[in-house]
């Protein structure tokens, strides 16, 4: 047997060079109770055609895993496991270790296959992230782990997670008379986090379906590099942001138009903002946060003072980080200083 096949061999997929080129064949089809307008659903189908037939899917608990596997129906055309919600990691790094082991001993085929987990910001950004980030470390295994973010445990009911936006509405933070604000907090960094936490990890990219062949060759990508790689998606949700269905894919290009979530690749350390973001950062003006924020039920108990607060917040991403709306460190002026007088 070729040596090749103990390393890191990996799919090459090129990019879809627009539209037309995308492949016709569909890997996650009919047979899924997903709401109208679910753009998760739509990460899904964008995924696996991006990957192919040869992908092994995995996924934790969440609505992409309940909604998906309905008794006795599955949208999923390729070999698809639920694995518990704070596991995708574990799943990952399980499989491609695995499947390595069985190449390795001539128990199956040697090729290149490729290996997702997905969660959700429940189980990807809260409960989870011990196990992703242990497989971020792996350098000598192939996986994708994919975050699918809908902004809330959806599938229990919209309670708030790590990943909510502040002042959001949901069931853990409903506003009322006496405090309007209930969640208080910023949403984590996580991709962010992840590039930066795990200096070995060649791959970690940010998505927007609404970009959907963009949104396709980040996972080619991620694909085609090998090793453990990371990518978060930000999925509108109608059911959770409250908000009209026809809206998804106007809400996802606000997101980035607004600056609230930028699109960006890190590659081998390095920062590379693309799309409407890339055009942010060459001086296109960002859309004011209420034009994102007010469309949704979500934030429908904002006042002024709430909405001048979160815009604010998005200004400070993008005039103070160190990278911005990326790395939120600052360095001290004396440390500047010190290190261009070397
Ligand atoms: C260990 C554990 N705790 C709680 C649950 C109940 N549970 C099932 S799905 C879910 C929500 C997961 O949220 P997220 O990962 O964001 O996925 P989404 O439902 O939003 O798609 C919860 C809390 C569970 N399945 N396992
Ligand atoms: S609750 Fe949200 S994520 Fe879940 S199926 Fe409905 S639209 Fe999709
Ligand atoms: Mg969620």
Redesign the pocket.
Known sequence: MADTAFTNATQILEPFKGVKKVTIEEYFTSGHRTCQGCE?ALVMKLMVKAAGPRTIVLG?????Y?ANTTYYTTPWVVPWMHT???SSGSAALGTAAGLKALMKKGKMKSEPINVIAF??????AD?GLGAISATLTHKEYNSLILM?D?E?????DI?L?GSTPYGANTTFSPPGSVKRIIHTRWKKNTAGMLAAGHPECRYVATVDASYAVEMMNKVRKALTIGGPTFIHSLDPCPKGWDYDPMLSHELGELAIETGIFPLYEVEDGQVKYYGKTKAIVEGRPRKPVREYLLKQGRFAHFIEEDLAYFQAKVDEMWDKWEIPAVVPFRRLDATKEALSAK
């Open positions: 998760s934790s608990t969440g609505c992409m309940v518990q919600l704070g969660c959700g910001d429940g189980g990807g409960m699918y809908n809330s445990y959806a599938n229990t309670q997670s």
